[in-house]
């Protein structure tokens, strides 16, 4: 049976913290306080976890040893690291802390490892598919800041899978598809073509894919897709929009990151049914979506 602080001696609880006190003690000519004050709050943390859990040697190295196969698979175009974080719900409560709640503003959540910083820009109304498959949906909405005041030409970073759950840099060729970025007009309002977002697995095949399946549960994100708007004096805000009525809502996402208020209805079009701009989806199936979104104060 493996031994708990209580049942741990005086004379040995005395020599475990002596030890983080020295580790805590190294840092006492840091300049930089403020790293300082995160790496003492990490040791005390680490060096707790250690002692509480009375952790073997064998399990540190294979803490280890997990640390590093996540170091290794990570690339220009998979962030292992991010997926881990994300399935600690280590990147939510880092956005809970940093993006606190000010008045109506926008909830944010998990930025996601598949981000592209060069995605092609499209005029509003455009598309965003490039190519990838899946059910239309019409997105429209209208960006304020928390006084109503419409925010123009903010900048509107959209990013989603495609029908079979895999986003473009998934492939090995090169496309890019499933992302763009517009801006707002004068009035603060964007509207584009993407797909009627479907829920779809993290990337499972890697370390943190054996982390869930050792611990029962499911790498299943709820369907969404991903904006990130910046405009000048207000806060950026990373964020996604849930489909209502998606059953993963039910079961969990993967990475924590589903608010209620980011939950919205795609409409269903019936084939034949007229589209905003005129576009000919004669005889598809399509959705739509409003999302307004407001921005708080850069300083909020």
């Known amino acids: 049976m493996t031994a708990t602080t209580s049942t741990v001696s005086k004379e040995q609880a005395a020599i475990e913290q002596t030890l983080t006190d020295q580790v805590i003690a190294s840092f006492d000519d840091c300049q930089d306080e403020r790293l300082k004050e995160i790496l003492t709050s990490v040791v005390t943390h680490l060096h707790a976890v250690i002692r509480e859990t009375r952790l073997t040697e064998e399990e540190w190295s294979k803490a280890i040893d997990f640390l590093t196969a996540v170091g290794h698979i990570t690339d220009d175009k998979r962030q292992e690291f991010i997926l881990l974080s ?3 719900g280590a990147s939510m409560q880092t956005i809970a802390v940093n993006n606190q709640a000010y008045e109506d503003a926008t909830e944010a959540t998990v930025f996601g490892p598949f981000f592209l910083e060069d995605a092609p820009r499209i005029d509003i109304g455009g598309d965003i598919a490039f190519g990838a498959v899946g059910q239309p949906a019409w997105i429209e909405g209208r960006i304020t800041d928390t006084e109503g005041r419409p925010v123009r030409n903010a900048r509107v970073e959209v990013w989603e899978c ?11 060729d090169g496309r890019m598809s499933g992302r ?14 993407g797909l009627t977002p479907v829920p779809y697995p993290i990337p499972h095949d890697g370390p943190v894919g054996k982390m869930l399946d050792a611990v029962g549960r499911s790498p299943v994100r709820a369907a969404h897709l991903h904006f990130m708007v910046h405009a000048e004096g207000l806060r950026t805000l990373v964020t996604h929009i849930f489909v209502e009525g998606d059953p993963q809502l039910e079961i969990g996402d993967s990475v924590f990151g589903v608010k209620d208020s980011l939950i919205k209805t795609f409409e269903k079009q019936a084939a034949g049914t007229s589209t905003p701009d005129g576009r000919d989806l004669t005889g598809i199936e399509w959705t739509r979506c409003r999302f307004d979104i407001v921005l708080a104060p850069e300083d909020a």
Do not use: I, K
């Open 180 to 193: 763009a970025h517009l801006f707002t007009d004068e009035n603060g309002e964007y509207s584009f073509w």
């Open 162 to 172: 495609d029908d079979d759950g895999l986003y473009d840099v998934q492939y090995d």
């Open 86 to 88: 994300d399935t600690l």
